[in-house]
């Protein structure tokens, strides 16, 4: 098994982001904010909102998932949720610059127009100034816009690196082949 505590010592200190890439039916990113202490607010990305500083995508807003799914690399087997392998493309510090109180509260509030969250990132690959804002739900889909509102995007590693996990250094080829699906090591006291 992969020694994943060098990582976990530099992103303990809630609260964390991270960034999943998802090869499933239709591959895409799950974005995972923790605004609540050890849950994850979730959207979903159809590409990667951090390669581009000019970069605008919609999101879509999924279940909430509790910190240890952060963690998560692996492959999820067939007849599973979100069928597929998982690799953490980047995690990190997240700073909550603004953001509505409905996240933190528990309470649907935030899912109105104005409703937004402007955070900073500081991942092991990039560190940029982002925000998410409401637009409408639709069908059951609640749909949010995401973009750099920073104006740039610091890469802390080169280009190369950009196609590898932050926690584990594999590909998500290398993850879809070798692995089974199973939970990364949850960080204890200890780290």
């Not at 750099?148 to 190369?160: A, E, L, Q, S």
Request: glycine share 8%; aromatic share 14%; hydrophobic share 35%.
């Amino acid at each position: 098994m992969t020694d994943y505590s060098k990582t976990l010592k530099y992103i303990l200190k809630s609260p964390i982001f991270v960034l999943q890439k998802h090869d499933s039916i239709m591959p895409h990113f799950d974005l995972r904010l923790e605004i609540r202490n050890g849950v994850l607010k979730s959207w979903t990305l159809p590409s990667n909102p951090f390669l581009e500083v000019k970069n605008k995508t919609h999101a879509v807003l999924v279940n909430d998932h509790y910190l240890p799914w952060a963690y998560f690399e692996g492959f999820i087997h067939e007849g599973a949720y979100g069928r597929g392998p998982v690799m953490v493309w980047d995690i990190g510090k997240l700073k909550l610059i603004e953001f509505s109180e409905g996240m933190v509260n528990r309470d649907e509030s935030y899912q109105e127009k104005g409703s937004s969250i402007l955070f900073e990132i500081n991942g092991k690959k990039i560190k940029g100034i982002f925000e998410l804002k409401y637009c409408n739900t639709f069908d059951s889909f609640i749909y949010w816009s995401f973009e750099n509102t920073g104006g740039r995007i610091d890469f802390k590693t080169d280009h190369k690196s950009l196609n590898f996990s932050a926690l584990s250094g594999h590909s998500i080829e290398y993850i879809a082949s070798k692995t089974k699906r199973k939970e990364l090591p949850v960080p204890g006291n200890n780290y």
